[in-house]
């Protein structure tokens, strides 16, 4: 069974930058037909798309985050990575890494991680 | 950019009683939708795919419908575990940028 599990820092300071990785177990990273996305949610509110990454390292970003975001994938470790620079207090949320499956019929997110809750304080 | 909104922002009902869940995309996003499923300090999980197929160990109690703009998910007979956030997801074709709707949430009444 897929799974996939967040991890890094919980508390970011303002302007500087956030890092997360996601480990994925019980299948490769490299499968075909799948990307790997991250999505955030901050406390209460709905969720956001982030970006996803095919195991080439193919990245697709969401326009109002793309200058500051940078995904990226490690084959042998079967993890992949975000990268969100100059964070401010607008960047605190659940961060969640999923499976993305895109098709030429749709795109869809599953399975997620449990989410990890950053918090961007000085 | 395509926007989804769903409604109602909130449904209240009691088990046994159908719930449908409607999301209206602001242009056509075909039949690229996905529903999800929320509860209190966990992850979404994949109801619904390409608008009308339910992922793998989704209960028949769940059914997608539509195409275009117009889109329903339907709980046929509320259970309690039933009672969560639901969100609709799009994906646009070009760039490729996946939104999620506000969400609707389904609490006993």
């Known amino acids: 069974q897929l799974q996939l599990q967040e991890s890094g820092p919980g508390l970011v300071k303002p302007s500087e930058t956030l890092s997360l990785t996601c480990t994925v177990s019980g299948g490769s990273i490299s499968s075909s037909s799948y990307y790997w996305g991250w999505i955030r949610q901050p406390p209460g509110k709905g969720l956001e798309w982030i970006g996803s990454?095919?195991?080439?390292?193919?990245?697709y970003y969401n326009p109002s985050l793309k200058s500051r975001v940078t995904i990226s994938v490690d084959t042998s470790k079967n993890q992949f990575s975000l990268k969100l620079s100059s964070v401010t207090a607008a960047d605190t949320a659940v961060y969640y890494c999923?499976?993305?499956?895109?098709?030429?019929?749709?795109?869809?997110?599953?399975?997620w991680g449990q989410g990890t809750l950053v918090t961007v304080s000085s | 950019e395509i926007v989804l909104t769903q409604s109602p922002a909130t449904l209240s009902l009691s088990p046994g009683e159908r719930a449908t869940l409607s999301c209206r995309a602001s242009?056509?996003?075909?039949?690229?939708l996905a529903w999800y499923q929320q509860k209190p300090g966990q992850a979404p999980r994949l109801l619904i795919y390409?608008?009308?197929n339910r992922a793998t160990g989704i209960p028949a109690r769940f059914s997608g419908s539509g195409s275009g703009t117009d889109f329903t998910l339907t709980i046929s007979s509320l259970e309690p575990e039933d009672f969560a956030v639901y969100y609709c997801q799009q994906r646009s074709n070009w760039p490729p940028v996946f939104t999620f709707g506000p969400g609707t949430k389904v609490d006993i009444k």
């Open positions: 990454i095919y195991y080439s390292g193919s990245t």
């Open positions: 242009q056509s996003v075909s039949s690229y």
């Open positions: 390409d608008a009308s």
């Open positions: 999923a499976r993305h499956m895109s098709l030429h019929t749709g795109d869809w997110f599953d399975p």
